[in-house]
């Protein structure tokens, strides 16, 4: 059988499924397996092992069941600060208000239809492909990409980010004179920005080393914005950013 695809697009969505009903687990594999811009790269049964799962993980896409043992999807999609995009699959109807309101990319009622599931997946990947297209000519010093704003696709030069900030299912990039949001995950910018001029100071903080004003403690200082450093990052930041070009110790 012919695999689908809404398009020809070249990146495929790293997928985790989270139910504790083998059963439905399976069920969406198999849908997963018809898709080539689907890969299911983990399962799991309960919301506490999606969270172990996601900070080893770059995951672009989870399938989340709400009714689980402990932690609820509902609550655990609450939690997650950066949260992939997320398509609900339940049984009950309930719900589904509530998860909009998490800016789910849709709702998906057991047992789930193969066309709907399509619909869903298709949809997400739309979202994916179009907030963020990497330009063929850029560089790895400076990357260019584009990035969609409704009908107009807007031009971004790497160097021109002070540092990207990410919200619930959503990042913001901050430049000197504007802010842009964005429907993608930090890890998939991280992807596209050039490593040697971008360090993640934070899950919440993606910054421009070029940018950086000061540094006092556990705190960094951009065009007049205080940002954390996270305690597990901040030796690895001083050995990559400072130590090397300290002057005087």
Do not use: W
Not at 104 to 120: E, G, S, T
Not at 154 to 159: A, D, N
Not at 178 to 207: C, V
Not at 217 to 243: C, D, M, Q, W
């Amino acid at each position: 059988m012919k695999k689908l695809s809404p398009q020809t697009l070249p990146h495929t969505l790293k997928c985790l499924i989270i139910d504790d009903e083998p059963i439905a687990v399976r069920g969406i594999v198999n849908y997963a397996k018809q898709l080539d811009f689907l890969t299911i790269t983990s399962t799991c049964s309960s919301a506490l092992e999606a969270a172990e799962i996601l900070k080893t993980q770059n995951i672009d896409l989870m399938f989340l069941d709400i009714n689980m043992p402990y932690l609820s999807g509902l609550e655990f999609l609450e939690s997650l600060e950066n949260a992939p995009m997320t398509i609900l699959t339940t049984a009950y109807s309930e719900y589904a208000l509530e998860g909009y309101r998490l800016n789910v990319v849709d709702y998906l009622l057991k047992p789930i239809a193969f066309n709907r599931f399509f619909q869903a997946a298709a949809k997400a990947q739309n979202i994916f492909n179009s907030s963020l297209v990497p330009s063929k000519n850029a560089d790895t010093t400076n990357s260019v990409f584009y990035v969609r704003q409704d009908d107009t696709f807007q031009k971004i030069i790497s160097k021109d980010i002070l540092y990207a900030e990410s919200m619930q299912n959503y990042l913001k990039l901050h430049f000197r004179d504007k802010t842009i949001i964005i429907h993608q995950t930090m890890a998939s910018l991280e992807e596209l920005l050039p490593k040697t001029s971008f360090f993640r100071i934070h899950r919440s903080f993606l910054i421009n080393l070029s940018c950086i004003d000061s540094i006092s403690k556990n705190r960094l200082l951009i065009h007049g914005k205080e940002l954390p450093i996270s305690s597990a990052k901040k030796e690895e930041f001083l050995n990559h950013t400072v130590y090397k070009k300290l002057l005087s110790k």
